[in-house]
DNA sequence: GTCTATATTAAGATAGAC
DNA sequence: GTCTATCTTAATATAGAC
């Protein structure tokens, strides 16, 4: 793919991502897309086989970067808290790169026909080592004693919902992002 | 309406908020919704007007007890944290209570037509009183001084979300959870 | 209160011309 | 790579019988 221009099909993606996020995947028709993009619904057809298509590949792309992020993460030798911030960062970089996906990947995913369980799968699997962060820092002492799920849970939302506020902020530069909800996430919770 | 039976309209709103949080509004069908009451499509339209009333109805039911309960809130003679925790518990409650309805405020409410007006009056209404209480916070010490509007989203957001996990977590108790919730979000930023 | 039958509109997708 | 034309299916909603 050339540098500064998108592929056709890369600009049906994101295109769709964006229309996916105001009104949500159902809602949106092929004729939306296409009329967004200046051309008739039935020109969509030589670049991608189906909306289908546009809504895994769009969530897949997403969900693989938060695997192969997390994977990494857990693979550092850090402490907890370290190791949290690094997670913070990557919710925050990856939605910055993609806020339209990371809606998609919110809202969508149970329209996920053929790639569904691809898709819980990995989506599971990134929660299972998130909290085993969580449950590690408890063990070293790092954490606090609080409840793990309540804990999981908060943090894991305010990340996931990024993507409703972010794109609104662009005052905010994203370091100050990251040191910001690293204190209002993990402040209360350190020892 | 009769004390231990929902009428037949009840019904309908009960059942289609439990189908629009699984596939969302648009993905839900008259056919689908009347399929799960054992009748025909054409029937509900004896007790309903349209499906879009019937979205109306589940949001601005919720959407009014929000601002009631903030009214309330922020006319005590309390301290910031004693509000604070009563929002919380607010949003425990009323998600408590009816969590499908809380999905389909929180992700359908573009859908809206006639009423989209009056919800994003009364949403942006809730938000300022929410951020009013932050910010009194901060004048009078009680709160440290962290960035209000990174607050205020991370606040607010895992509160909204609080649907996708409450039902699941029967064994956690009510009170319990607000104050679970109470020590995450609000230990790391009390003076 | 529910049914069958149906009107109307619009959806996803394909065929074939240019 | 895009178009027009079209197929097929399914959506919301109404009319009128029971």
Redesign the pocket.
Known sequence: MKLSTLS?KQEIYKTAARLFKEKGYSA?????L?AEM??????L???I????QILSEIILDIATQFTSGIDAITGQETNTLAKLKAVIAQHITLTADNPYGMAALNNDWMHLEGKLDHYLDLRNRYEKKFRDIILEGKESGELKDVNTEILVYSILTTLRNLYLWIPKKGELKKDELIEGLSIILLQGVES
């Open positions: 056709r949106v028709t092929m004729r939306d296409a200046g051309i008739k619904a039935a020109s057809y030589n670049h086989s189906s909306k289908q």
